[in-house]
């Protein structure tokens, strides 16, 4: 009797003991497709439109025919699909407030053509400074995807600015506000690849 129970525990146990290195590969296998998630980060500007992410190939997004070189910020006279190289885009839809139109500036910085860094600007002439102005600003920067959340817009029309960071990336929409007479505010939002060693 003592070695048919010794018999069933050794079964047990090794089916535990299976169990568990199985667990943790499957936990392994886990984190490390997490870990590509992270790196494929999605791009907060008109994201159902561009479909732009962080770290994918510039000719992966749907906009990719928009995107021109941009030899104005370039180190040499081509593209370089082997280093840093620079990307504009002018062919966004304009935007529209206080009777003025202007059209957004979008440009990407990428490493072997994957997307390292992406900005857009929006220039335009706030009424004046008091916060239910900037709130009809915000609202009407439909393109902005982060300014859906009423958290971020609120820290906007506080603080001027709203940061976000995490391993492996830092994001940023600023307002700006023209300290002269007849300057334009602008709108800035920056998501970039944090350096390594900056975690």
Known sequence: MNVKLLKISLIILITILSSCREDGSNSARGEHSIENELLLTPIHYDYENLKLTLNASISD????????????????????????????NYEQPSFSYNGEETLPALSIKTNKNKIVEFSVTVIFNLIDHKHESI??????????????????????????????SNATFEETIELKVSQEEYGYDEIVYEIKNKAKGTH
């Open 135 to 164: 709130k009809n600003l915000l609202d009407s920067l439909t393109r902005f995807d982060l300014l859906r959340n009423a958290k971020i817009k609120q820290s906007i029309i506080e603080k001027g600015i709203y940061k976000s």
């Open 61 to 88: 997004s749907i906009s990719s025919g928009f995107w021109r070189w941009d030899y104005m910020s370039a180190d040499k006279g081509r593209p370089d699909s082997t280093g840093i190289d620079y990307y504009v």
